[in-house]
């Protein structure tokens, strides 16, 4: 099975605003937005599970841990249904970047299933044809990259109905396979900070949901990659 471009999306750039909270707040929070908030009309809930990709000195990680002003992620990503856990037939291939605080992002369908890449070692050498795609469609990334450990986490999305912002919480961040070539050791156990965001033109709570710091949510910077990488590693954060 081979990685063919099918779409390719050029996102434009808008302000991903983040609120840091423990991840055993999580199921309050949700109860809380759903009596406030909408689902998302398109994808309300799911499961995400993504492959993230580096060089062999981990030059992205880098980027994020100094906090450079171009950071650049590369990741493999299919969903699953949040009930049933079972992968969908769709995994799509990205290429982000921030730069300064924006961000923008290249997006590309592939013809890997969901289901077959959930079976698959990080070790299989196929997995490393992500790269030759991504330069193909014009990313400017390096040649040379491999898959470092799969994040898996649960999505659930909403719409505040008053200011049409859009919202979102991951939460029970795990790792649960690591390509042993890059880091030869585990951690099953999820991260112990959840995710909440805020999505759209605006860096600013909508004024009915200033109530989540009250319940923990605390705005700051926080990376999925070096969060589990420092979890995998057991360095304190």
């Given at each position: 099975?081979?990685?063919?471009?099918?779409?390719?999306?050029?996102?434009?750039?808008?302000?991903?605003?983040?609120?840091?909270?423990?991840?055993?707040?999580?199921?309050?929070?949700?109860?809380?937005?759903?009596?406030?908030?909408?689902?998302?009309?398109?994808?309300?809930?799911?499961?995400?599970?993504?492959?993230?990709?580096?060089?062999?000195?981990?030059?992205?990680?880098?980027?994020?841990?100094?906090?450079?002003?171009?950071?650049?992620?590369?990741?493999?990503?299919?969903?699953?249904?949040?009930?049933?856990?079972?992968?969908?037939?769709?995994?799509?291939?990205?290429?982000?970047?921030?730069?300064?605080?924006?961000?923008?992002?290249?997006?590309?369908?592939?013809?890997?299933?969901?289901?077959?890449?959930?079976?698959?070692?990080?070790?299989?050498?196929?997995?490393?044809?992500?790269?030759?795609?991504?330069?193909?469609?014009?990313?400017?990334?390096?040649?040379?990259?491999?898959?470092?450990?799969?994040?898996?986490?649960?999505?659930?999305?909403?719409?505040?109905?008053?200011?049409?912002?859009?919202?979102?919480?991951?939460?029970?961040?795990?790792?649960?396979?690591?390509?042993?070539?890059?880091?030869?050791?585990?951690?099953?156990?999820?991260?112990?900070?959840?995710?909440?965001?805020?999505?759209?033109?605006?860096?600013?709570?909508?004024?009915?949901?200033?109530?989540?710091t009250a319940l923990g949510c605390r705005k700051g910077s926080f990376s999925k990659y070096s969060a589990c990488y420092q979890n995998i590693m057991r360095i304190a954060f």
């Amino acid at each position: 099975m081979s990685l063919t471009s099918k779409t390719q999306q050029h996102h434009a750039s808008e302000h991903e605003t983040k609120f840091v909270f423990r991840n055993v707040a999580s199921r309050l929070l949700i109860q809380w937005l759903r009596a406030r908030c909408q689902p998302d009309p398109e994808f309300p809930e799911g499961i995400i599970s993504s492959i993230y990709y580096d060089t062999r000195d981990w030059r992205f990680l880098r980027e994020k841990i100094n906090s450079d002003y171009l950071k650049t992620k590369v990741r493999l990503r299919w969903y699953a249904d949040i009930d049933t856990e079972e992968p969908g037939d769709e995994s799509f291939l990205e290429a982000k970047y921030k730069i300064g605080g924006r961000r923008q992002k290249i997006r590309i369908r592939t013809d890997y299933s969901g289901k077959w890449l959930s079976g698959l070692s990080l070790e299989d050498e196929r997995l490393r044809e992500v790269s030759g795609l991504l330069l193909s469609k014009g990313a400017i990334i390096p040649s040379q990259l491999h898959p470092a450990f799969l994040i898996q986490y649960k999505r659930l999305r909403f719409v505040e109905p008053v200011t049409g912002a859009r919202l979102s919480i991951d939460c029970d961040i795990c790792t649960p396979k690591i390509n042993m070539r890059m880091i030869p050791r585990t951690n099953h156990f999820p991260l112990r900070e959840a995710v909440f965001e805020l999505k759209g033109r605006t860096m600013e709570l909508p004024n009915v949901l200033h109530q989540l710091t009250a319940l923990g949510c605390r705005k700051g910077s926080f990376s999925k990659y070096s969060a589990c990488y420092q979890n995998i590693m057991r360095i304190a954060f």
